[in-house]
């Protein structure tokens, strides 16, 4: 017979949380914090994981999976997690390597471990098929994360030089709007030497589309 479980109970009330989120959601225990004990928390989750209501991603981590017809169970995005384990440890986080790459568009190479630089502690979590690896880093790598001078200096780091031909540059001024593009500019003086007038022509508006544009509002 099933146990009966109030509805005041801290497990009725992260059932109530779990239930309001929607499918593809990461949890720790830090994300129900307010509602109980940790230990009643921790119960609560392996209870409802038990039940598949929520899937145990690895330790203190679960999702609400997210479902789709012809694939079936389909694991958390990698953002998702991130954004759960940022969270939980007050970290700032920023994508590097071939993931900042492709964050982009300036890579279609799938990395076989997600790197994000931090200004917490150095760890990697594992979540099913996903290893997302967190390096600890200085605060200059640090000072630009949340931009988008951010992902670039770290995209642009892992191609090289020499991969950063022009078709890419422009393809990314296609794809990246124009008043975040401008904002770059405010951060040349965190990258390497080598990287600041590649960063400048990502930035530059193109004059004649701009005076065009112009032109056309005031007809």
């Given at each position: 017979m099933p146990r009966s479980v109030s509805p005041d109970s801290v497990e009725s009330r992260v059932a109530q949380q779990v239930h309001r989120s929607a499918r593809g959601t990461v949890f720790t225990p830090d994300s129900f914090a307010t509602l109980g004990s940790r230990s009643a928390i921790d119960k609560a989750l392996q209870?409802?994981?038990?039940r598949g209501e929520l899937r145990r991603l690895s330790r203190g981590l679960y999702d609400k999976p997210r479902k789709d017809e012809m694939l079936g169970t389909l694991w958390p995005s990698v953002d998702a997690i991130v954004k759960a384990v940022a969270g939980k440890d007050r970290i700032r986080t920023q994508p590097a390597g071939v993931y900042a790459a492709n964050l982009l568009g300036m890579s279609e190479q799938v990395p076989a471990q997600v790197l994000l630089l931090t200004d917490g502690i150095s760890r990697t979590v594992e979540a099913g098929p996903m290893k997302i690896s967190f390096k600890r880093t200085t605060p200059r790598q640090m000072a630009a994360a949340?931009?988008?001078s951010g992902l670039l200096i770290q995209a642009f780091k892992s191609l090289g030089a020499p991969h950063i031909t022009p078709t890419r540059l422009q393809r990314l001024r296609q794809n990246l709007p124009a008043e975040e593009r401008t904002k770059v500019l405010q951060d040349l003086a965190l990258a390497p030497a080598w990287m600041r007038p590649l960063l400048r022509e990502?930035?530059?508006?193109?004059?004649?589309?701009?005076?065009?544009?112009?032109?056309?509002?005031?007809?």
């Open positions: 209870r409802m994981a038990a949340g931009r988008l990502v930035a530059r508006v193109d004059e004649t589309r701009t005076t065009s544009t112009r032109r056309g509002d005031g007809a």
